[in-house]
């Protein structure tokens, strides 16, 4: 019974060709929601990753050691990190979000890049896997992007809002018909 009440639902929703919308109204509609589609504040990123199962007791000096070494030195970005361990989701990041910096490192270290300066070297900061020493390239602002760059996803929205729609009022008709209950 819950699949054919699911089924029915479904063929109520259903839109037909001349339900989709111009390019007047979906430019209306990407207006009207843009803030749906901000885009957070991203960081872009170099880091050398020091591996604790990798290095043992010695990872905390070596990475000390190391910072002191790339901010004395100038070593790009690009270089540095040849001199650490490898990374499964590598060395360049970016541009990231605060989100996906928790997801990759870890709370901690997402917080610390918030407000770390960009064209320095940070750290040593500690994730689960070990220690980073992080170069912000760029930081990018929160920024709605031009529609070109959504249309696939604002279009999917409003023809989900357009289903909705249809869903809803054709209940309305049936209920009207049919009364709130199943026929007897």
Do not use: C, N
């Not at 992080?134 to 760059?149: H, M, N, S």
């Amino acid at each position: 019974r819950r699949h054919l009440v699911e089924m029915m639902r479904l063929a109520a929703a259903k839109l037909g060709p001349g339900d989709l919308p111009t390019p007047a109204e979906l430019e209306a509609y990407y207006a009207e929601h843009a803030g749906t589609y901000r885009e957070p504040v991203r960081v872009l990123l170099t880091h050398v990753y020091l591996s604790r199962e990798r290095r043992g007791a010695a990872v905390e000096d070596d990475a000390r050691a190391l910072l002191a070494e790339l901010r004395r030195t100038g070593v790009a970005p690009e270089q540095a990190a040849l001199r650490g361990d490898g990374f499964l989701p590598g060395v360049v990041l970016g541009p990231v979000s605060h989100v996906q910096l928790e997801r990759t490192f870890g709370g901690d270290v997402a917080a610390v890049l918030d407000d770390a300066p960009v064209h320095a070297w940070v750290g040593p900061l500690r994730s689960s896997y070990g220690l980073h020493l992080v170069w912000i390239t760029a930081r990018l602002p929160a920024a709605v992007p031009p529609l070109a760059t959504v249309r696939t996803r604002v279009l999917h929205a409003l023809l989900a809002e357009r289903r909705a729609v249809r869903l809803r009022d054709r209940m309305e008709v049936l209920r009207a018909r049919w009364g709130e209950g199943p026929p007897a």
